[in-house]
């Protein structure tokens, strides 16, 4: 189902807010900074962690568990898209006739009264968020900011800042990317995905459209190599905006050349118009030049020095779970990554691939959802097959139910066509970490992957593999 936009209000007459997942790392940021603006604000999670810790130490008022009690004198709601109508707090909330908003609607009431930069797309949108945020603050504009993982740098992923610019993380996996009043909106790039929401993959790529020529965008930077981004160009430019394209192509306006690939990280001449000059990345893969390019021309279009954005980028430490280190025990390196779209493990184990060395690359995938799983087991064989060994999880059914005959040896099996022996499967989650451990040796890289819980496997194996140190 998707989120309908609607009419926003000022955060300073939204009344006591309640946040219903507020540990989560789209809501957490979001309730943060509606504390730190002087609004009471409540929030409930099925579980403690470190982040409603985090949220306490702000004074906010935490809880454990969902009551219908915990409401309090709340006059807003805000829930995502992951909270169901039996949730008893949301429940009540629509007894009472209390304003009941999605956590985007909550983040775009921030945004009013400032320049909002909306990044989007189906792959790399964290990423580049978070690099247009900390190229934005190293040009000295000090912009806010709520993207979808903490900042490697800052270890957040939200900042009350004092000046214009607001970037946030655009979803469109729920359609609620089309809720941000941004002037500036940024594509990286488009391809079939969410199709529970969309239905068809010509309804999910209008969806860019419709973000795009919404009432307050003035420009629109999008990928001139994507293929489903130049798709959707065409219709961007009849709608009378600006556009600016970032790629390798020739024709991009923001243009990478000279790519090179260093052990540790990546660098290319970027050309714009009044402006050559070399972009040098602490994070590796040729898709981190394409999101710094994205980044460097959000930050011309808010009439920023092209020099200072590029200088800025080598501050870029990355963010939480996109290819981040884990550890090196027993020669055996191990990062962990989020992706969970075949592209999206495409890139990142060929990225690593760049990293190993003489071992072996070994890729850990736990698959994220029934529906993907079902519509694209296929590719996500194909793309694990670029790994030397794959160890495929059971789904990480997050929001769904399951579905019959779905599991994750789909995947599995559609990997083994392509990499016969060297696929294995483990249903649980618990004993992935056993099984890395008898497979990998000395000199290997470990690639954990997936939107789920797969984040614990790493860890596990680093404790596993301790005593071989």
């Known amino acids: 189902m998707l989120i309908e936009p609607v009419p926003l209000v000022p955060v300073a007459d939204l009344g006591a807010v309640h946040f219903i997942a507020i540990g989560g790392a789209g809501m957490s940021g979001v309730a943060a900074m509606y504390a730190r603006l002087g609004v009471p604000v409540t929030g409930s999670d099925q579980a403690d962690s470190a982040t409603l810790a985090e949220l306490r130490a702000l004074g906010i008022g935490t809880f454990v568990g969902h009551d219908a009690s915990q409401l309090g004198d709340a006059r807003t709601v805000v829930v995502s898209s992951a909270v169901r109508e039996t949730n008893p707090e949301l429940a009540e909330a629509r007894r009472r006739g209390l304003r009941v908003w999605h956590r985007s609607a909550a983040l775009a009431a921030l945004m009013l009264g400032r320049t909002g930069v909306a990044v989007t797309g189906t792959h790399g949108k964290t990423t580049t968020s978070a690099m247009t945020a900390t190229i934005l603050a190293g040009a000295g504009a000090d912009p806010s900011w709520v993207v979808g993982a903490p900042l490697a740098a800052t270890g ?3 900042h009350l800042g004092a000046g214009a610019p607001f970037v946030v993380e655009a979803d469109e996996s729920d359609g609620s990317f089309r809720q941000y009043p941004a002037g500036v909106v940024v594509i990286t790039n488009v391809e079939a995905d969410h199709l529970d929401n969309w239905g068809t993959p010509q309804a999910y790529a209008d969806g860019f459209v419709a973000l795009a020529t919404s009432g307050a965008v003035e420009t629109v930077v999008i990928s001139a190599d994507d293929p489903g981004a130049v798709a959707i160009t065409p219709a961007i430019r009849a709608s009378g905006r600006t556009v600016v394209t970032f790629g390798e192509s020739a024709g991009a306006d923001v243009r990478l050349v000279s790519a090179e690939f260093p052990p540790a990280g990546a660098r290319a001449v970027l050309q714009a118009a009044g402006d050559v000059g070399e972009v040098v990345l602490a994070v590796p893969g040729r898709y981190n030049l394409h999101n710094v390019a994205a980044a460097y021309a959000a930050g011309r279009a808010l009439g920023l020095p092209g020099p200072d954005l590029r200088a800025a980028a080598a501050a870029f430490r990355g963010t939480a779970r996109r290819f981040q280190p884990v550890g090196e025990v027993a020669g055996v390196r191990i990062f962990d990554d989020y992706a969970h779209h075949p592209t999206e493990v495409a890139a990142t184990l060929t990225a690593a691939r760049g990293l ?3 071992g072996r690359l070994v890729a850990c995938f736990q698959p994220h959802l029934f529906t993907r799983t079902r519509d694209f087991a296929a590719e996500f064989g194909a793309a694990l097959a670029l790994a030397d060994e794959v160890l495929v999880l059971g789904i990480y059914p ?12 789909l995947v599995a099996d559609a990997a083994g066509h392509s990499a016969p022996g060297r696929v294995h499967y483990v249903e649980a989650l ?17 690639v954990t992957l997936g939107a789920g819980d797969v984040t614990r496997v790493g860890p596990a194996l680093a404790g596993l593999l301790e005593p071989q140190r």
Do not use: K, M, Q
């Not at 997050?398 to 040896?409: I, N, S």
């Open 156 to 158: 957040r992923a939200w």
């Open 356 to 358: 190993v060395g003489t």
């Open 398 to 409: 997050a929001r769904e139910d399951p579905l019959p005959g779905v599991t994750g040896r």
């Open 430 to 446: 618990a004993g992935a970490a056993p099984a890395l451990a008898s497979l990998v040796r000395p000199g290997d890289l470990v």
